[in-house]
């Protein structure tokens, strides 16, 4: 019988006859297809996202070991506590990736990645993937525009798809459905990159996810973020709740598979020009020494190999020579001037008929774009924006940023537009319905330039608020190095004026954000290398220790305050009287113009200028009077603490108990500090860290070490003295708004939540001669001077020595004794000076327990390697190194407690066990 057609059904009826779940079904194929389709538009170049693609390759994810990976019987474990700060060495691709985290139970990701890693094009590749398939997930993305109400929005994007009108459900019975089934993974792109209402939205998103989880319905979410923005949550968020994954960079591999490929297709349109790429491309990776990166950490960069692809494409074109490059930074500068070189208005698509703009002009249209970054990130936080609000409010400032008329940015703009006809390097899109740079780094290194070239004091005014917020991080570090990124003819980026102003902001007192420690430290290491800036480092540090210095002359009915009495015992005793009297100094030249500004005085005054008058004029009278040396003096005597806030680790200083005869001259010396460093032989618990045979170079062989003698802080920096550097920095559970002049009950506990940075940049803060002790160092320090050749079975500096102390006795998880019987588990710290425990004998208190200490050394996996650099100076290293933490804590097992033991962190983590206490250099 032959094929009959039958009449055409509207889609209406094929899904009228369809069950309710295969019109459910239909709605997710539809929504699935629009997102394979946006992805394939990427790839085919035809959507906007599409240059993203530029440096694309198959990503590698790195799996974090969380404790939440730990079998509930272990918890407590070693395992778990190595967990904590240790990655498990597992790579996977998307593909694995996908396998393994979308058949399980694993609600909720986290994908971090460094700034131009690829974790915008790995959210939309994500999207597509979990698209496929005969059952696809309905993936919602979204990126910069979070809702404030996810529900809401899931039933809102529901009811627009095609297919959903004849469904016969309502939207929002479409979405409990898929939520009740897993069906939904929402991707949450660039965490790092949303605005104010971040914190808001999630904290609205994790109420929404537990009111689901109790209505039996379950959503998965991804976010994708830069690390920095991960170091702190928002309340209602528990970060161990998350798997967390980490978007490897480009290693050679991928370096070579993405530059061979542009060199075959250059192959195939220039004939024997392959050979030359390759020859161009070993001249371009020549980074010298003063890059603060590595050339090849450079490299690893989709964004960076994208602008040395550009640079190299227009070498080859203009057959004209191609510089090398030493930072990040070059790399941009480069890219951005050569696109704005070119004029299009006047000359055709034939590069040799293409016009060059003038230097001036290309000049001001950097300054111009700089402008606009600084807008961009100072009012919306991200790259771009798409509100007409925004959009007219950032040429306004910016204008008037660039000190031209409307008229002349008017030009601007055409200019900039014309520019987007060769390339996008500098923005994407400048109109009336969108102002964007093509990434977040573009915009962030334009903002760099601008703070070290263009920026004046009311630009810095303006930033004073944002001081210290992280978004600002990335355009820092771009600013910092500066003065060793150069322009094609070797003139340096930038403007010492206005790079002295810069700093004096990056290390003010934030008003409303925690000290960017990481920003500050960078610029500490560049000021130190570079001996051009030797004028600029003294100005900023100067500033910055006086506002330690002014405290120490603050009074409360004429005797100094709680703050002053707290910072004083955060000095050595002898330095006291010298940095009371640069902080009478400092104080001086901050009030007495002020005084001097006040109107004049008159009988009826408001009353606010009549109380600043009386509080000038006591403060200055109190100023002058320390001018005295017997008023200073008695200045003195009441801030110096009762008990010694440093204490001399040096032979001389080891204990009666432990001297011997024939070893009399090791004990005589104040210069030298000799002590046996590592675990003894017999020690059980050498290498603990995984297979002990395999790391017990960690902690072995002990041997005779010999250091310059130092002072150490008696006890760790506490909250309340931290307060007096940085009073945003929150403890967990803390309220947002606390009164500065009230004490808080954790005041004498030691401070917590520090990376190494916060750290670093504390210790600065205080004085030059002041830093955190190096490992050996500690070591040397927390022994206390005891003749471990005698007592090599002792493992703690304190009583009773051996490997049977309990938490009498060190602050840990009592649960968890080496040898001796389970004690208290505290779960928190104890005060820097706990009744219960006692001083080892240099006079240090709880050098084992209650905190991990950070050291100021890079971490060496080899013990004999960390005694052999331990003098590497730290200007010399690199800010992402990993630091060595000692001492154990409260939290933790009392194996990790033992004086030899080594631990490993990232120099950025922060967490509720890691502390710190200071060290001072020993005078001549």
């Known amino acids: 019988m032959p094929f009959t057609r039958g009449p055409l059904r509207t889609l209406a009826e094929i899904i009228h006859d369809m069950t309710g779940d295969e019109r459910i079904e239909k709605i997710i194929a539809d929504h699935a297809k629009f997102n394979r389709d946006r992805w394939i538009d990427m790839l085919n170049g035809t959507s906007s996202e599409g240059h993203m693609l530029e440096t ?137 990159q949303v605005d104010g209402k971040t914190a808001g939205v999630l904290k609205t998103l994790a109420s929404q996810y537990r009111e689901a989880n109790e209505a039996g319905e379950s959503l998965r979410v991804i976010v994708t973020s830069r690390p920095n923005a991960v170091q702190a949550w928002p309340d209602g968020f528990n970060r161990t709740a998350w798997r967390h994954f980490h978007l490897q960079e480009f290693d050679e591999d991928h370096q070579a598979e993405y530059l061979q490929k542009f060199a075959d297709l250059r192959e195939q349109q220039v004939t024997g020009q392959g050979a030359r790429v390759r020859e161009m491309w070993q001249a371009a990776t020549q980074f010298g020494p003063d890059s603060n990166n590595a050339h090849d950490d450079i490299l690893s960069l989709p964004n960076n190999l994208r602008s040395l692809r550009v640079i190299i494409e227009d070498s080859l074109t203009s057959r004209t020579p191609m510089r090398t490059f030493r930072t990040a930074g070059d790399l941009r500068w480069e890219t951005a001037s050569r696109n704005l070189h070119r004029d299009p208005s006047k000359g055709t698509e034939g590069e040799s008929q293409i016009k060059k703009r003038p230097p001036e002009d290309v000049s001001k249209l950097m300054r111009a774009a700089a402008c606009l970054a600084f807008e961009m990130l100072l009012r919306t936080g991200t790259y771009f924006t798409r509100s007409d609000q925004d959009i007219g409010k950032i040429h306004t400032a910016a204008a008037g940023r660039c000190g031209v008329d409307a008229e002349v940015w008017e030009k601007y703009q055409a200019m900039l537009r014309d520019s987007l006809t060769k390339g996008n390097a500098v923005l994407r899109r400048i109109n009336q319905v969108e102002l964007s740079f093509p990434s ?217 108990k432990w001297r011997k005869g024939a070893d009399e001259r090791e004990y005589s010396s104040r210069e030298h500090l000799t002590f ?168 240090l208190w709880q050098m084992s327990g209650n905190v991990w200490e950070w050291c100021r050394s890079v971490f060496q996996e080899k013990l004999q390697t960390a005694i052999a650099q331990r003098d590497q100076p730290t200007k010399e290293t690199n800010v992402s190194d990993d630091r060595s933490l000692r001492g154990g804590s409260w939290y933790f097992s009392a194996r990790y ?16 066990y890691y502390g710190f206490r200071l060290s001072r250099t020993r005078s001549p």
């Not at 994908?111 to 919602?140: H, N």
């Not at 939540?753 to 205080?766: C, E, G, N, Q, T």
């Not at 407690?897 to 509720?912: G, M, T």
Request: with cysteine; hydrophobic share 35%; aromatic share 10%.
């Open 56 to 192: 694309h390759v198959e990503p590698r994810l790195s799996v974090e070991l969380r404790p939440q990976d730990v079998e509930p019987e272990d918890e407590g474990s070693e395992e778990r506590e190595v967990a904590r700060s240790e990655f498990r060495e597992l790579q996977q691709g998307l593909g694995e990736f996908l396998e393994e985290n979308f058949t399980g139970q694993e609600d909720w990701i986290l994908i971090s990645e460094r700034a131009g890693g690829g974790k915008t094009v790995l959210s939309w590749q994500l999207c597509a993937a979990l698209s496929e398939g005969d059952e696809p997930y309905f993936v919602m993305r979204y990126e910069n525009d979070w809702p404030d109400d996810l529900r809401q929005d899931l039933v809102a994007s529901v009811a627009r798809i095609k297919s959903f009108p004849q469904s016969g459900f309502t939207a929002a019975e479409v979405v409990a459905w898929l939520l009740e089934r897993r069906r939904i993974v929402v991707i949450f792109d660039a965490l790092d």
């Open 440 to 656: 977040q780094k573009t915009m962030e290194f334009f903002v760099g330039l601008y703070l070290a070239r263009y920026a004046d004091d009311e630009a810095i005014l303006a930033l004073a608020p944002e001081i210290g917020s992280e978004k600002w991080d990335e355009s820092w570090e771009f600013a910092i190095e500066m003065p060793v990124t150069t322009d094609s003819s070797g003139n340096s980026l930038h403007d010492p004026e206005v790079y002295e102003c810069s700093l004096h902001g990056l290390f003010s007192v934030p008003e409303a954000h925690p000290r960017p420690a990481k920003p500050m430290f960078l610029a500490w290491q560049m000021l130190e290398r570079e001996e051009s800036l030797k004028k600029i480092k003294d100005a900023v540090l100067s500033e910055y220790r006086n506002q330690f210095a002014r405290i120490l002359v603050e009074e409360q009915d004429g005797q100094p305050n709680t703050r002053a009495k707290l910072a004083a015992e955060l000095i050595l005793e002898d330095d006291v009287p010298k940095l009371l009297a640069q902080g009478r100094d400092a104080q001086w030249k901050l009030s007495k113009p002020e005084w001097d500004g006040l109107p004049k005085f008159a009988d009826f005054e408001d009353r606010s200028v009549r109380e600043r008058r009386q509080r000038l004029r006591r403060q200055l009278e109190r100023l002058q009077a320390l001018e005295e040396e017997s008023a200073l003096n008695d200045w003195v005597g009441s801030l110096v603490p009762e008990d010694p806030a440093y204490a001399l680790c040096s032979d001389a200083s080891k204990p009666d």
């Open 676 to 843: 046996l460093m590592g675990a003894a032989l017999h020690d059980p618990e050498n290498g603990i860290h995984g297979d002990a045979h395999a790391n017990k170079d960690r902690e072995t062989p002990w041997q005779r070490v010999a250091i310059d003698s130092f002072y150490m802080g008696t006890g760790c920096v506490t909250w309340g003295q931290y307060r007096l550097f940085d009073r945003h920095r929150k403890a967990s559970g803390q309220p947002d708004h606390v009164d500065p002049g009230v004490p808080l009950p954790d005041d004498d506990r030691p401070m917590t939540d520090v990376s190494w940075h916060d750290a670093f940049s504390f210790a600065l803060w205080i004085g030059e001669e002041y830093r955190l002790p190096s490992e050996v160092e500690w070591e040397g320090a927390a022994w206390g001077g005891i003749d471990r050749e005698q007592h090599w079975n002792y493992v703690i500096g304190v009583a009773p020595f051996t490997d049977d102390f309990t938490s009498q006795h060190v602050n840990y998880d009592g649960n968890y004794p080496m040898s001796g019987p389970k004690s208290v588990y505290r779960e928190k710290t104890v005060p820097v000076r706990h009744p219960e425990n006692q001083a080892n004998g240099f006079g």
């Open 897 to 912: 407690c033992r004086c030899s033991n080594r631990l490993r962190i990232d120099a950025e983590d922060r967490d509720v």
